[in-house]
């Protein structure tokens, strides 16, 4: 080789070299970046929320750790523009942040054009939630809508994160225009809404993850799975699953995390609390006075441990948060036109606790008229079961011969019902 082709190669090889480190600066801005956590926010069912409503959510939102809703709209509601509005004026006013998600079960392939006009309208809205300096945008189901001609068509730069049901597909998705993936395998399932024995296990992650190579993977976190309607009917086996899915967050250290869900309540799976002002779908029947606010306590120091790339929570309030269903698995209810549901004969019947101790303890739990149960509990977070007893729930954690939490349950366990409820009644027990 001639000296001056030797130089021509190294004049090549300098240009290429701020590629490759760029490459790699922008890989390693996306991992710092990539500490949200996120809930699925349905809008649907909010036709008469206020801003006032709005504002009440993102603050409690705000203090679990929650970084922005994903509202879920559907193009059927007439009110899905004026509750967007709202709730963008609202985020930017608590400062909080939302993005759109698109539920394709309303939304079709043919909607580019109104999706690319809400698109316009918010990306660049001060309350929009950006990742990687581009407009977070998402999607139930929705597989195979293309989001080039929508990014073409907004004036602002898209991070599209639709929800793929197959992570197969994450070749073909990247070639209609999205960044990455949101997966809703939140729960133990074969795939789509296939119900399997527990516990718990990242094989849909770890799919995603091998199959998204260097795209945004945003994992899905959720506490139940029950739902009752003549059209839906099963309940997922989840019963450790407000705990065992948040150490496998930590472990994974996915991109970004959503909760599924803040207001779900017609399957069970909310973490916010349960709103008079929503419209009722029938999901009063097991959601009304199943209260699963504790779940915020329990997910807060999770979410600080994602956030902060830490393999373990760190305790800062000691507290214990206990939930359990309202009866035995196999009772049969006296007055529902429904059959009980898909999945009941695999789940257990148990009472479970998380403590949630700065120190070591000994938990007590006294589950109706079975005997008392007491285990020693390292501190940290914690999750123990006993076996369902029908009657009132206690529980206390002691330390050094001392009660230092304690607390009935809000809900006797009994073995009649009219209706259906697999449903978890939670609750929690503070110094």
């Not at 029908?390 to 009994?414: D, E, M, P, W, Y």
């Amino acid at each position: 080789m001639h000296l001056k082709d030797l130089f021509e190669a190294a004049a090549i090889l300098a240009c290429a070299l701020p590629t490759t480190a760029s490459v790699l600066a922008q890989s390693s801005k996306r991992q710092a970046e990539s500490k949200y956590v996120f809930a699925h926010f349905m809008v649907g069912i909010v036709q008469n929320y206020t801003i006032d409503d709005w504002k009440a959510d993102m603050n409690l939102a705000k203090d679990t750790g929650i970084d922005a809703f994903a509202l879920n709209c559907a193009s059927v509601d007439s009110y899905t523009p004026t509750q967007l509005a709202l709730a963008y004026q609202a985020a930017e006013a608590v400062d909080f942040k939302v993005f759109i998600s698109f539920d394709f079960a309303y939304w079709s392939n043919g909607d580019t054009a109104n999706i690319t006009q809400y698109m316009q309208t918010y990306a660049g809205h001060p309350a929009q939630m950006q990742y990687n300096n581009a407009a977070i945008v998402s999607t139930f189901v929705g597989d195979s809508f293309d989001w080039t001609p929508v990014k073409a068509g907004t004036n602002h730069s898209l991070w599209a994160l639709p929800n793929l049901q197959d992570p197969a597909e994450s070749s073909s998705n990247t070639q209609r225009g999205a960044d990455g993936a949101f997966s809703w395998y939140a729960w133990p399932t074969d795939g789509g809404n296939s119900i399997i024995e527990g516990p718990m296990t990242t094989r849909w992650d770890d799919m995603f993850v091998s199959d998204l190579k260097t795209q945004s993977y945003m994992a899905p976190v959720s506490p139940w799975f029950f739902t009752h309607f003549n059209s839906k009917n099963w309940v997922f086996i989840c019963e450790n699953l407000p705990t065992l899915r948040w150490e496998e967050i930590l472990s994974l250290k996915p991109s970004l995390v959503e909760i599924i869900t803040w207001n779900d309540y017609g399957e069970s799976h909310y973490i916010g609390p349960y709103s008079a002002a929503h419209s009722d779908d029938g999901s009063s029947q097991w959601a009304k006075g199943f209260p699963h606010d504790a779940l915020r306590d329990l997910f807060k120091p999770y979410i600080k441990a994602y956030k902060a790339g830490e393999s373990t929570p760190t305790i800062d309030t000691e507290e214990l948060v206990y939930w359990y269903r309202p009866t035995p698995k196999d009772v049969t209810c006296t007055n529902d036109t429904l059959a009980a549901p898909n999945g009941r004969d695999l789940l257990t019947d148990t009472v479970f606790v998380a403590t949630m101790l700065k120190d070591k303890a000994t938990l007590t739990i006294t589950s109706g008229s079975n005997a008392p149960v007491s285990v020693d509990v390292g501190a940290g977070i914690v999750t123990t079961n006993v076996t369902m007893g029908l009657g009132t729930q206690s529980f206390s954690v002691s330390r050094n011969n001392k009660t230092i939490l304690s607390g009935a349950g809000g809900l006797k366990i009994t073995d009649s019902c009219e209706k259906y409820n697999y449903n978890i009644y939670v609750g929690s027990a503070t110094a």
